[in-house]
Structures are given as C-alpha cells and as structure tokens.
C-alpha cells in the first residue's frame, strides 16, 4: 500500500511541480512535506474516503508526522479544497499548453475533453480524484471547469456553437466526462479508448456542430503530448 501511495503521490506531485523550487533546504523540506499531504488526500478522495478519513489517517497515507499536519493546514476541510484546485489547475494549464496555437474554439473544447477524458488510462489516480470529487467540480473557481465555461462561451462568440446557455451545456459535459472516467473506473473491460471521441464527438453537436463536422473535430490526431505533458504518465 504504502508502494502504491508512493507511485500516486510522485504522479500528483509532478503536477503540482509548475513553480520554481524552494530555495533552501527548510523549505524544500516543507514543500515536500506540503504535497505528501495534498498527494494523500488525492488518493483519500480517489478511494472514495475524503469526508470519512480522519487527520490520522491523512498524515498516515503521506508518511509524516500527525503533527505535521497543522504547520501547512488549520483543518482537513482546508486541505481538500487546496488539493482540490492545485490539482485541478495544475491540469488545467497542460491543457492550455495542449492547445497552444489552436485557434478554432470546437477544436480547442474537444482537445481539452479528449486528453481529460484519456486520464481514466493515463493517470488513474487523477481520473480517480475527478470522480470522488464529482460534479463539485463545477463550483471551483479554478481549473477544469472555469476553462471549459471559458471555451464554450468562445464558441458561442465566434459563432461555432449554438447552444444558448454555457453553463447548462458545461454541466452536461462534465456529466458525460464524469460517467466515461467512473464506468472505466468500475468497469474497465467494457470500456474502449475510443469511446473518448464519441464522447466529444456527442459534446459537440450538443454543443451546435454538424454530426460530420464533429465527427472530423473528434478524431483529429492529438498533439504529442511530450510538449506539454507533466504529469509523469505515459502519452494519450
């Protein structure tokens, strides 16, 4: 177990790992110890565990000291909502580096989902933390969400989709991309990559696209992900 927690916290560590390094031992230290807790609760949620886990069991899980815990966060509540939007927004930037230079807003919003979509098999424990936090996700100021709104309203501007209200349809996608990660999740065998592109494939004309237009958007080749990816993970 603690081998696993280990591998997931090293997973989420790097995508936490975008600023620039402490300067001196005592505050790599703490850095260190900052992101084992913010990797345990990662985990705790992905486990389906974050409203039952005690403060013990979160600093068991990052392998540190109980007290520990109080010099980085007053309450556990606290500590969930920080992993929370570091994680998701840490995401969320390789997803901008991802669409770097795409100029069409469809293909940028169908980007974003697909390679999200892919974390069920890149980065379990990512995908795992999605699910366990659920459609709470749509109330984060910062992250998947917020990006995706921004997106949908891009589209709506240049006249690409048609649908009337963006924060209806970024519910419904995140419905979609929720379901997809927690059937993979649960059930892996009845599950195969390419039902990510059906997924965007079906975001998009919900969205306003044409079926053979988002058809084509859907199944463009993704860009290679060694230009932007962090996460530590294989490649979509």
Request: net charge neutral; aromatic share 4%; hydrophobic share 45%.
């Amino acid at each position: 177990m603690i081998n696993s927690n280990r591998r997931k916290e090293k997973s989420v560590n790097a995508a936490l790992a975008n600023g620039s390094a402490p300067a001196n031992r005592l505050d790599r230290r703490k850095a260190r110890t900052r992101q084992a807790l913010i990797a345990a609760a990662v985990h705790l949620i992905a486990e389906g565990r974050g409203d039952r886990a005690s403060i013990q069991e979160i600093t068991e899980a990052a392998d540190i000291g109980f007290g520990s815990f109080y010099n980085h966060f007053a309450s556990k509540e606290e500590l969930f909502q920080t992993a929370s939007e570091e994680v998701l927004e840490s995401w969320a930037q390789m997803l901008d580096a991802a669409c770097a230079g795409v100029e069409d807003p469809a293909e940028v919003f169908a980007l974003s989902l697909r390679i999200s979509g892919r974390l069920a098999w890149t980065h379990p424990d990512i995908a795992g933390f999605i699910t366990g936090t659920g459609l709470e996700l749509l109330d984060a100021p910062r992250g998947l969400a917020p990006r995706a709104l921004r997106d949908i309203r891009a589209g709506q501007v240049a006249g690409r989709f048609t649908i009337a209200d963006a924060e209806i349809a970024l519910g419904a996608v995140a419905g979609g991309l929720l379901s997809l990660l927690r059937l993979h999740e649960r059930h892996p065998e009845r599950v195969e990559e390419s039902a990510v592109e059906d997924l965007a494939e079906a975001c998009l004309r919900l969205l306003g696209l044409r079926a053979s237009e988002a058809r084509r958007i859907a199944r463009r080749p993704l860009p290679n992900s060694e230009s932007w990816a962090r996460l530590g993970g294989p490649p979509p």
